[in-house]
């Protein structure tokens, strides 16, 4: 693995350092034994987006492999949701490329697109139909026979303990069931490439556990997850492969163990990102002393 603090890392090194050795993505372990591996499922390519004088992503190149559940986390402003919104179409860069197995996302958008489920943070759905019929719809507009499409949902909304509010309106679910739905549409189409902001984010630990067990299910039938995350225990418990952002670059990727080295993954994320300014609460020794004592 290549570690280049501070510097842009090149789609070259990123793929080869998650596509090879003994932690490499299962799915990746498979293909190498019939023929070598050539296409990443997504790349992203000197991608660059500014808002006003803040660029949020500069020059960042990532490729993704098959069969991989890929984390990306960084600090809150690091250019993750930017990043995520260029790499499936919701968000045109300033410059830059994004390729979905070998699809450019804004050039051949329907070829890209049609291979990609996506669970954005934040974006609105279609919250005046009820859950069922929001899986009807999205099932529909991705071209899925409606007898598969009744099937996957009814399985679907089991799966994510969502049954019994099947047929309540969206707009009345909780966060954390939104997040389920929104997952569920998502994955209806069954795509080759999931990339969700946050899936986790909202979610009770009965929920959280189940999200775990079907993304597993997706990778091992040879799919590929890319997913941020701000909570890095449950990256390092979760994901294969690990890229960590800062300033809209890439400071590290490659297995999780590679960049750990031999640390925990919040350690080594602090000692890449830089530790707060305020170490050990310095300037804060006011706190606990209650006004209405003096």
Same mark, same amino acid.
């Given at each position: ?29 498979r ?22 004088? *803040? ?7 990532? @490729? ?13 402003? #690091?250019?993750?949701t ?5 790499a499936?179409?919701?968000?045109r ?53 409606? @007898? ?14 969502l ?15 939104? *997040?389920?739905?929104?997952? #569920?549409?998502a ?8 990339v ?22 997706f990778? #091992? ?18 994901c ?11 400071? #590290? ?42």
């Amino acid at each position: 693995m290549v570690l280049r603090e501070g510097f842009v890392h090149q789609v070259e090194s990123g793929w080869k350092s998650v596509r090879t050795g003994p932690n490499a993505c299962p799915a990746t372990r498979r293909q190498r034994q019939t023929g070598p591996v050539t296409v990443p499922a997504l790349q992203m390519i000197n991608l660059t987006k500014a808002f006003g004088p *803040k660029v949020a992503v500069d020059n960042l190149s990532l @490729a993704v492999p098959a069969g991989c559940l890929f984390g990306l986390v960084g600090p809150n402003g #690091a250019g993750k949701t930017t990043s995520l919104s260029m790499a499936t179409g919701l968000l045109r860069p300033d410059q830059g490329q994004v390729r979905v197995w070998g699809h450019d996302v804004w050039s051949d958008p329907v070829a890209a697109k049609a291979r990609m489920g996506v669970l954005p943070d934040g974006l609105r759905l279609f919250d005046r139909l009820s859950g069922r019929e929001l899986l009807a719809f999205v099932g529909k507009m991705r071209q899925v026979p409606p @007898a598969e499409v009744a099937q996957r949902t009814d399985a679907l909304l089991g799966a994510l303990g969502l049954t019994a509010d099947a047929d309540t309106l969206v707009c009345d679910y909780s966060a954390g069931m939104t *997040k389920k739905i929104g997952l #569920a549409c998502a994955l209806v189409h069954n795509p080759q490439l999931l990339v969700l902001d946050e899936p986790f984010e909202a979610v009770d630990p009965v929920s959280g556990q189940a999200i775990r067990a079907i993304l597993h299910q997706f990778v #091992a039938g040879g799919g590929t997850v890319v997913m941020s995350s701000h909570v890095m225990e449950l990256v390092e418990s979760l994901c294969q492969a690990v890229a960590v952002i800062s300033h809209g670059r890439v400071l #590290a990727v490659g297995n999780i163990d590679q960049v750990k080295q031999g640390m925990s993954l919040q350690d080594r994320f602090i000692q890449l990102v830089g530790g707060p300014a305020l170490a050990g609460g310095e300037g804060l020794s006011w706190l606990g002393h209650s006004s209405a004592s003096s």
